[in-house]
């Protein structure tokens, strides 16, 4: 410890040692702000035991996990609650939310290290701890290459109003289509585009505001 004190002592000459560089711990991961900060929210029935996105069984109960649009799986990402300072790491293997402004939904457990069960939504920030493989289980390998992006424009419980919004955007994009997603209810999503590289993806987003839309680019592999 180092500290002022009285009196004069000898100087001893101390060898030069270099400083250690910090822990490289950030991972160059394509990410836009807007995917690192937002709401959080957290899933666990009636998905519990359901194959996630990456071919793994969802256990909400007991694995640090969680969902992220765009995040390679097998990324690891610290989540801070900004109402608390809480923090908890987690391990991607899914896909989703897909609600405007949300950006990660956690496993039951990871929410609970970060007291938002109650609220159930709450704002936090993401810091990339170490970049994912993408991998998938081997079951699932027949699906493993070069990701591809869509932008999600709209989600609805009646197909007839996805598919209006789908006929209306035709007239001027290519690759618009409906998803079904099929939980405790229907959703049906409209979705354009399959685009090979993230700024693609973003740029369709942006144009795509310009229909009074809500946009937000979605990793579809």
Known sequence: MFGACGGKKAQ??????????????????????????????????????????NGEVFDSYREMTAAHR??????LVRVTNANNGQSVDVRINDRGPFVDGRVIDLSLIAAQRIDMV???????????????????????????????????????????NAEDLKRRLERKYSGVSVQTFSGQTTIYRVRIGRESDLSSAQKLAVELQKEDLQPFVVRVN
């Open 118 to 160: 109650r609220a159930g939504v709450v704002p936090v920030k993401l810091q990339i701890l170490k970049a994912g493989d993408g991998a998938r289980l081997a079951a699932d390998s027949n699906r493993v290459g070069q990701p591809l992006y869509a932008v999600q424009v709209g989600a609805f419980e009646n197909l007839r």
């Open 12 to 53: 001893v000459a101390m060898p030069s040692i270099p400083p250690t560089p910090p822990p490289a711990v950030s991972a160059a991961v394509p990410a836009t702000d807007n995917e690192l900060q937002g709401l959080a929210s957290y899933y666990a029935e009636p998905y519990h035991g359901r194959r996630t996105a």
């Open 70 to 75: 765009t995040l390679p799986f097998n990324t």
